[in-house]
Nanobody, 122 residues
Framework: QVQVMESGGGLVQPGGSLRLSCTASGRTFSTNAVAWFRQAPGKEREFVAAINWSGGTYYADSMKGRFTISRDNAKNTVWLQMSNVKPEDTAVYYC????????????????WGQGTQVTVSS
């Protein structure tokens, strides 16, 4: 199976910034869509952002203007740049990939990392 791993989570103050990284074993992102999801305690997993194989991006409405997703297929790496973070951004952030075009549904994704905790607090 493809191995996916997130990193970069931690504690950040409201209004601050943080960059999350997602890497995969081998050259597994070359033709895949990659997405970030997040899940807070007591809430369902929700879509954050996605990037397809051609570089096109999509963001959940609450993330627009604050978060940026990018990828480098040669490095099998996807980043999520988080800016102007809010306390409600606190969650476990997951990186996921699928073989075709992106969707916003978690059940559509084939490969998942184990998550990285992001805590926004003063």
């Amino acid at each position: 199976q493809v191995q996916v791993m997130e990193s970069g989570g931690g504690l950040v103050q409201p209004g601050g910034s943080l960059r999350l990284s997602c890497t995969a074993s081998g050259r597994t992102f070359s033709t895949n869509a990659v997405a970030w999801f997040r899940q807070a305690p007591g809430k369902e997993r929700e879509f954050v952002a996605a990037i397809n194989w051609s570089g096109g991006t999509y963001y959940a409405d609450s993330m627009k203007g604050r978060f940026t997703i990018s990828r480098d297929n040669a490095k099998n790496t996807v980043w999520l740049q988080m800016s102007n973070v809010k306390p409600e951004d606190t969650a476990v952030y997951y990186c996921a990939a699928r073989r075709t075009y992106y969707t916003t549904r978690p059940l559509d994704y084939d490969y998942w990392g184990q998550g990285t905790q992001v805590t926004v607090s003063s």
